[in-house]
Every structure is written in C-alpha cells, then in structure tokens.
C-alpha cells in the first residue's frame, strides 16, 4: 500500500458532476469485480449535489442500480421525514430520481430508545457482511471544520473504544443532538474511502488531517490517515487552499 492518500482538486461548480462521475465509475468497478456495490454515504449537505447528479440523467442512467445497497455512515436521531435526516437528504437528492431502485438500509431512528437502534443497524450490518467486518465497497466521508467525520467527534469517548460495536450513539457537541454513527473499526474496513470536502471553512482542518497534524482525539478525520491510497480526497479548490499554498508533506 502507498502511504499517501490520493487528492483531487476540483473547481466548485464542477464538484458535484466530476465527483458523481467518479462514483459512476467505481459503482461499475465493484460490480465487475463482486457483482455488487455496497455503500456507506455521508450525510451533511457537501454530498447533495453529488447525489443529485447520481440520480438524474445522464449519470442515472449508467449506474447498475439492482447491484447497489446503500447504508449510512452516521444520522441524526430524528424522523427520516425530518430536513435534518441524512435518510432525507439521500432520498430528496437521490432516490427521488430513481425508478428501479437500489436495496437501501437507512438507520433506523423510530425506536424509543436509540441504543436499540444503534445495536439493531449494527446486527444488520453483520447479516449483510455475514458476521465480518463490513467491508463497504465504497465509504463516503465528510469532514467538519472541527475534525470530525461521519459522528465521530473531538474527544468522543468512542475513538478509545477498542471493542466488537459497529454502531454507536454519539451526541453532537454541536447542537446537542443525538446521533447514531458508525465505529471507526466499521468505517475503516471501507476497500475504498473517500471524503467529500468543499468550502474555504474547511481549508485548514484538510490541510491539517492530510499532513497528520494533531491527533486522533483532536481531530477524528484523522483515523484514516494511515490507510494509504485506499483514501481519496476530493476538495473543492476553497477546501483545497490551504493545501495548494503550503502543500501536503
Ligand atoms: C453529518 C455528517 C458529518 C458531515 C460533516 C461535514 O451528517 O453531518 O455525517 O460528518 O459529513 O459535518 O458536513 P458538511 O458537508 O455539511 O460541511
């Protein structure tokens, strides 16, 4: 394995088509390979319009839909009805457009108690990957201009947790409200990883993970720092910055 994660520079009216067209071609690649392409997606609101130009035309058209299963990375704890939903997200941007559909396993989030969920997504994911850890074909990552991804956030008490869960409930420092995410173990057993970052807010925190400056704990981005190439960033050129000024070491 190569000891550098690959990165794409893309202009930000551009991002959402050539990420699209990226995730185009490595659904295809899956598929040839294992005759089925299992994501775990990101939520936040950078992947919307790459989920748009997935689910309209053209590209909509050259995805094997049937050999697709999608789950998510982390959700709120709210009603997938609900504008905070990464379920919503998903099916407003994506799904929407869809007419033969891909097996889709949203988290759930209508149980009284969000540890139950939590441990239901997780015996889920371990029936579709029959007992191993899942191997996601494709792990879509976002970053946070604080260091975290998916729900995994400075200082959590899950990024110490060195036991068998998947799926975890984690609580945003942010807003307070209550999340189920995967567990690093879950998300990095990913065969591909790529994170999906736009925006000058985000320009020093992706100059900072790409370069391993800081630790796990500060910055939780950077738990997949030393998986090599099997991570691609694409950064818009505002989340690129700082990078393209100071470079990656
Ligand atoms: C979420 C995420 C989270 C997100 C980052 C970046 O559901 O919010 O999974 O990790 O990817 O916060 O979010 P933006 O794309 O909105 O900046």
Not at 210 to 232: K, Q, W
């Amino acid at each position: 394995m190569s000891s550098e994660a690959k990165v794409e520079i893309i202009e930000p009216r551009n991002f959402g088509g050539d990420v699209a067209d990226e995730l185009v071609s490595l659904i295809g690649e899956a598929v040839s390979e294992r005759g089925i392409c299992r994501i775990a997606l990101s939520g936040g609101t950078t992947p919307g319009a790459v989920y748009r130009a997935l689910g309209h035309p053209p590209r909509v058209n050259e995805v094997p839909w049937e050999k697709v299963v999608l789950f998510w990375g982390d959700e709120r704890y709210v009603p997938h009805s609900d504008k905070q939903s990464n379920m919503n997200m998903v099916q407003e941007t994506m799904l929407a457009g869809l007419t033969h559909g891909p097996r889709v396993h949203p988290i759930p989030t209508d149980l009284s108690d969000p540890e139950e969920a939590a441990r239901k997504y997780d015996a889920l994911l371990r029936a579709e990957f029959s007992g191993a850890l899942p191997h996601f074909d494709l792990v879509l990552l976002g970053l946070g201009d604080d260091g975290h991804t998916a729900s995994l956030f400075p200082h959590s008490p899950l990024l110490q947790e060195d036991g068998e869960r998947l799926v975890a409930v984690a609580l945003s420092p942010k807003d307070g409200v209550t999340r189920i995410t995967l567990m690093p173990r879950a998300l990095r057993a990913g065969r591909r990883i790529l994170f999906l970052v736009s925006g000058q807010a985000k320009a020093d925190m992706a100059h900072r993970v790409l370069n391993g400056i800081g630790s796990i704990d500060e910055f939780p981005a950077l738990l997949f720092r030393d998986l090599g190439d099997t991570v691609t960033w694409y950064l818009d050129s505002g989340a690129a910055r700082k990078i393209q000024e100071l470079g990656v070491r």
